[in-house]
């Protein structure tokens, strides 16, 4: 095993980003997958239906970064898709995340667009909250006010957390942004899209190099006294390398129900969000990611649970303690020059797939 100098454990973004760029530094390495498959959590695939699947829920791809754009383009071609959700409450479809339609459609007005941000402001003077903000309830309170808040956040965060939200870090309320205007994406970044033939597709173009080898169902903890590498890149659960002893980290996971159905068209948009009512958060319909067309459709019911395949860190104080002290651990090693410790499960933050592909870029960077 000492043909290889560098050794990735975890075929995923992570994994697959990392293995790439030490391949291009002429660096022979093995990538080694617990999974039958590559791509890990963004795993796609084509349904009987002709419609393309993401395995583990839907992934969009949105990024301001320049680079990592740049760098996704050389393994894929992209649909230029621009994410649009809607969300189910009062028995009505709303635009999401929150922007001057939805607000004239919640309150039953027709403020124009130029009052909407003193209208929010009102809203918000009126809920009084302690500034700065220091958990996710007080910072959605301190943008919108009660009113929407208990419309669209409390109850699908309780669902999608199993907590109350102001037990959560007042960073996650920046993942979804508040519009004083009338853009309805889901995300305002410059870059966005789907990769035509599917995430995939595009993890196996980056795995094809002739300097990397990749070993399928093959766990990296039964192999790791086997392996002398240089260098090992570690994509895998955090508190696991360091054999839990500071105590597990949590993980929120999802049952994820899949129904292909005999209807051209299921719902308005590709994903409607279920903040009150129902025991699922959100459903995807997955041919408007790529516009397939079939006269059948496949949807994805998401139902959060607390055990089961690790799809989220749970961003409370209890699980940001407890990574500080296996992130010290990780910094140890990394400053070996032997290890590195990167994306969602290694890092335990709750990147995006952008986010993962550009702190696979620094580590790399800074390490070869
Ligand atoms: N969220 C919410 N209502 C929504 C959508 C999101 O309260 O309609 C909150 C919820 O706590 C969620 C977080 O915002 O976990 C992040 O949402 P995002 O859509 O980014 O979640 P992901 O796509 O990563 O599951």
Redesign the pocket.
Known sequence: MRAFKAVVAGAGLAGATAARLLAEKGIRTLVVEKLRHVAGHCHDYRNEAGITIHTYG?HIFHTTDKAVWEFVQRFSSFRNYQHRVL?YAEGQFFT?PINADTINQAFGLTLPVQETAAFLAEQAAKASVPQPPRN?RDAIVAQVGERLYSL??EH??RK??GRD?SL?SDE?AS??PVRANRDDRYFADPYQGIPEHGYTAMVEAMLDHPLISVMLGADWFELKEDLDPDLTVYTGLLDRMFDFRHGRLEYRSLDLVFRTLDMERYQPAAVV?Y?NDYDWTRITEFKYFLDEKSPRTTICIEYPKPEGEPF?IVPDQNNTERRARYMEEAARLEATGRWLFIGRLAEYR?YNMDQVISAAMKKLAARC
Do not use: E, M, V
């Open positions: 839907p969300s999401f996710f669209f956040f699908y965060t999608q957390w939200p959560l996650l993942r979804i969000n903040p989220y709750y």
